[in-house]
């Protein structure tokens, strides 16, 4: 069975400065999905960014960014310039590529944003 | 583009009683979950449809856990009897087709069991 493990469970960064949150994997198959998603607290969770395992380029959107390193089955999510908003628990998850048996979570970093 | 609707919001009620939680997915969404969150832990996958069929069941208790998906749109999560340990968020989600597609989630629905 898959694991995803989130070695910090709190991370807390000053506003604008720049945070990267941690997350390693355990899988035997070689086409899967990696995700970052976001949940605010009593807010519905929100996907931040998505990286296929076959591509070698990271994934960017806008602030957000990845260092996905397939053979250390390692995914971090780095936060550049970091925003009030961005005070959430985050979640790296797991799916295969047939997509069967759903997402697999991380235990979640809980991010602290300093003013 | 409307976004997964579940009700109600929150549900408290004593162990050993009966609650049902109610999911509508994003319209022309093929796959829908349901996953619970216990406080402190990320999201554990209940159970995947595939329009109306079960797709994967594996980690449902289902001598207390019951779903149905019927018609291939909103889908039900039953709990009866509940137990202390159900209390947890309950998150439906839906995706286009599944696979490796996006999953988007509803708001959640908070149960406490006491």
């Known amino acids: 069975a898959q694991t995803v493990t989130q070695s910090q469970p709190e991370m807390s960064v000053q506003e604008a400065e720049t945070v990267t949150l941690s997350c390693t994997y355990d899988t035997s198959e070689s086409d899967y999905y990696l995700f970052w998603y976001k949940q605010p607290p009593s807010r519905q969770m929100i996907l931040v960014i998505r990286?296929?395992?076959?591509?070698?380029q990271n994934a960017t959107e806008n602030r957000f960014s990845v260092n996905f390193q397939k053979a250390a089955k390692s995914f971090s999510l780095k936060i550049s310039d970091s925003q009030l908003g961005d005070a959430a628990m985050y979640f790296c998850?797991?799916?295969?590529?047939?997509?069967?048996?759903?997402?697999?979570f991380g235990k979640g970093t809980h991010l602290i944003i300093q003013p | 583009e409307a976004g997964v609707a579940q009700s109600p919001r929150y549900k408290i009620i004593e162990k050993r009683q009966s609650v049902a939680f109610w999911c509508n997915p994003i319209?022309?969404?093929?796959?829908l979950y349901w996953y619970q969150q216990i406080l402190g832990q990320g999201p554990k996958l209940l159970i995947q449809f595939q329009n109306n069929g079960v797709v994967d069941d594996s980690q449902l208790p289902k001598d207390r856990f019951s779903a149905e998906r019927l018609k291939g749109v909103d889908s039900t999560l039953k709990i009866q009897p509940a137990k202390l340990e159900d209390s947890a968020v309950y998150l439906c989600a839906s995706s286009l087709s599944g696979r490796q597609e996006t999953q988007y989630f509803g708001p959640g629905t908070r149960l406490l069991v006491l």
């Open positions: 998850a797991y799916i295969s590529g047939g997509g069967a048996d759903g997402l697999t």
């Open positions: 319209s022309g969404h093929a796959t």
């Open positions: 990286q296929e395992a076959y591509k070698q």
